[in-house]
């Protein structure tokens, strides 16, 4: 016998509508520093330390 599915949830009785909440504000949470570090960095910068670091190793 199939089970009914209710239509806000999966067959594993998963609620999609509370997945898609939790998804959403941890995209928020995240956003507060995911961005922040990575626009403060010099990619140039520190492109040129590590290639100086590598070759005092050598």
């Known amino acids: 016998m199939a ?3 209710q239509p ?3 067959s594993a009785g998963t609620n999609v509508q ?9 995209q928020q949470g995240q956003g507060q520093f995911g961005t922040e570090f990575g626009s403060e960095t010099d990619a ?3 492109r040129q330390k590590n290639q ?7």
């Open 3 to 5: 089970k009914k599915q």
């Open 8 to 10: 806000n949830q999966t």
């Open 18 to 26: 509370k997945v898609r909440q939790q998804n959403q504000q941890a």
């Open 44 to 46: 140039q910068s520190v």
């Open 52 to 58: 100086k670091s590598q070759q005092n190793k050598k």
